[in-house]
C-alpha cells in the first residue's frame, strides 16, 4: 500500500513535469518565462493577442489535456479487461472496439462526412461491436475472448475493402490519416466532448474495486461473496468499452497503451485491483503524453503517435514479460 502511494505521488509529480515539457516543446518553441506570463494573463483576465499565447492555450494545452485523457482511459481499460478476462495478453480492443470503432470512422470519411461525424460513428461503431460480441458469447468468458478477435478480424477486412474502394486522392489518404492515430486535431471542444465519459467510466471502475477483486475468482465462490458475477461483468465490459470507444473516436487508434501498461502498474500494485486501476490510469496519461511530445518534438515531421506507441511498447512489453517470468 505504502509504495503504491509513493509510486502515484511520483507519477503525479512526472506527468506535472511532462505536461510542462510539453508545454514548452514543438516547432514554435515556448521559454519557461513565457509560459509563466501567459497563465498569469490568464489568471488575471488579461486578452493577449501575442502568439505565445495562442500556441499554449489553443493549441498545446487542449492536446496535452486530451493525451493524459485518453492514456488514462486506455490504460484503464486495459486493467479492467485484464482483470476481468483473467489474461495478460488482452487489451482494450479484444472485443473488436478498435475494430468496430475505426469502421465506423472510416464509413463516415468514405461518405464524405465532416470529422464530428466521424468520431460519432466511431464511437458508435465501438459500442456496437462490443455489444454484438457479448450478445454472440451469452456471457461466456472464453467465447468472448474468442468472438472479439473474430470480429476484430471482420472489422479489419472490412476496412481494407473500405480503403480499396475509396477515392485515393481525396478520401484515402484521410482514412489512412486517421487509422494511425494522431492528437494534432486536439480541440477544447473535444476535451469537454469525452472527459465526462472516461472520468464517468474510471470513477465506476474504481467505485466497483472491491467487487471487480473478486472476478478473479471461480464464479460459485464470487456468488457465495454476495457479487451477481453476470451483471458486473457486463458493468465492467461497458465501461471499459466506452472509454476505449471515446478514445478511438478522438483519436484514431493508439495500440499498446492498454495492454503495456497495466503491466508496468501491476509490477508496482499487484494485482489488487483498487490499487492497480489508478496506477494505470497514471501511467496510461504519462506513457501517452511522453509519446506525443515525442511524436511532435523529436522530428522535423509529425510522427503519428500509432507508430511510436507500436516502437516503443514492443520492446517494453518484452522486458516487463521478462521480469515476470525472472
Not at 28 to 44: G, H, N, W
Not at 168 to 193: C, D, H, K
Request: charged content about 10%.
Amino acid at each position: 500500500m505504502r509504495r503504491s502511494s509513493l509510486f502515484l505521488t511520483g507519477g503525479f509529480a512526472l506527468l506535472v513535469l511532462l505536461a510542462l515539457v510539453a508545454m514548452a516543446s514543438g516547432r514554435y518553441a515556448l521559454t519557461p518565462s513565457e509560459i509563466m506570463d501567459s497563465v498569469y494573463r490568464r489568471i488575471a483576465g488579461q486578452h493577449s493577442l501575442r502568439l505565445s499565447d495562442e500556441v499554449l492555450w489553443q493549441i498545446r494545452l487542449p492536446r496535452i489535456a486530451l493525451a493524459c485523457l485518453v492514456g488514462a482511459a486506455l490504460g484503464a481499460a486495459g486493467a479492467a479487461f485484464q482483470h476481468l478476462f483473467r489474461n495478460p495478453l488482452v487489451a482494450p480492443d479484444t472485443l473488436g472496439v478498435s475494430s468496430g470503432a475505426a469502421l465506423g470512422a472510416v464509413l463516415a470519411i468514405f461518405v464524405g462526412a465532416g470529422a464530428a461525424v466521424a468520431a460519432l460513428a466511431a464511437f458508435g461503431g465501438g459500442i456496437v461491436t462490443a455489444l454484438a460480441s457479448r450478445i454472440a458469447a451469452h456471457d461466456r468468458v472464453l467465447t468472448l475472448v474468442l468472438i472479439g478477435v473474430v470480429v476484430a478480424s471482420l472489422g479489419g477486412a472490412a476496412i481494407s475493402l473500405v480503403k480499396f474502394l475509396a477515392d485515393p486522392y481525396n478520401e484515402l489518404p484521410a482514412i489512412t490519416f486517421w487509422l494511425m492515430g494522431s492528437l494534432a486535431a486536439s480541440t477544447w471542444r473535444q476535451v469537454a466532448i469525452v472527459a465526462p465519459a472516461m472520468l464517468i467510466a474510471i470513477g465506476l471502475l474504481a467505485a466497483l474495486a472491491w467487487r471487480i477483486n473478486l472476478l478473479a475468482l471461480p464464479e460459485d465462490e464470487a456468488h457465495t461473496l454476495g457479487v451477481h458475477v453476470t451483471r458486473l461483468r457486463a458493468i465492467v465490459i461497458a465501461t471499459a468499452t466506452v472509454a476505449t470507444a471515446a478514445s478511438v473516436a478522438v483519436c484514431g487508434i493508439v495500440g499498446w497503451v492498454g495492454l503495456v501498461v497495466p503491466h508496468m502498474a501491476r509490477l508496482v500494485a499487484g494485482p489488487e485491483f483498487s490499487r492497480l486501476l489508478p496506477l494505470s490510469a497514471l501511467f496510461g496519461a504519462i506513457f501517452l503524453l511522453a509519446i506525443d511530445t515525442l511524436a511532435r518534438a523529436a522530428t522535423a515531421v509529425e510522427v503519428p503517435p500509432g507508430i511510436l506507441t507500436a516502437f516503443i511498447g514492443t520492446p517494453l512489453f518484452l522486458v516487463l514479460l521478462a521480469r515476470r517470468s525472472a
